[in-house]
C-alpha cells in the first residue's frame, strides 16, 4: 500500500494513530486509570484478549499488522497491545472480509473510510466557526 494516500485529512495516520502519537504513548505510560479508560488510543488489550473479543484469531490481527492496517504497540516484553481504535479497525476487517472481500482491499477500504470520516468532521468543524 502507498504509505502517502494512508495519512488522513488531520494529519492522522489511521492504523498507526496510537503508536506514532504522542498522545498514544503517553497514554501508555502515565495518566488516572479514569484518563487511560476514556482514552481510544491506550493499548489495554493483550493479542488473546483482542482476539477472543473480536472472535478473531491472534494469526488474523497479526495479518491486519502485516497489511499495515494497524500496528499495535508494544509492551517492554514485546508482546503486542491493542487498543479500541484498532478493535474497531479489526472488527470492520473481519466485517469486509467475511463478505468476502480480499483483505489487502478491505484494508484500503477501511483506511478510505477513515479519511473520509475526518474529512467530514473537519468540515462540520469549520463550518460551525462560520
Keep these: 500500500m502507498d504509505q502517502t494516500h494512508q495519512v488522513s485529512p488531520s ?71 491493542f487498543s479500541r481504535y484498532q478493535l474497531r479497525l479489526a472488527a470492520r476487517a473481519r466485517e469486509l472480509v467475511d463478505a468476502g472481500t480480499a483483505l489487502e482491499a478491505a484494508c484500503r477500504i477501511i483506511i478510505l473510510e477513515d479519511q473520509l470520516a475526518e474529512a467530514l468532521r473537519i468540515n462540520e468543524e469549520l463550518r460551525q466557526r462560520n
Excluded: C, W
Design 11 to 81: 494529519g492522522r495516520n489511521p492504523h498507526h494513530r496510537a503508536q506514532d502519537t504522542a498522545a498514544g504513548k503517553a497514554a501508555a505510560a502515565s495518566g488516572s486509570p479514569e484518563q487511560r479508560l476514556d482514552d481510544d488510543d491506550y493499548p489495554a488489550y493483550s493479542m488473546g484478549r483482542a482476539a477472543e473479543i473480536l472472535g478473531v484469531s491472534p494469526a488474523f490481527l497479526r495479518s491486519l499488522g502485516a497489511a499495515k492496517l494497524i500496528e499495535p504497540l508494544r509492551s517492554e516484553g514485546g508482546h503486542r497491545r
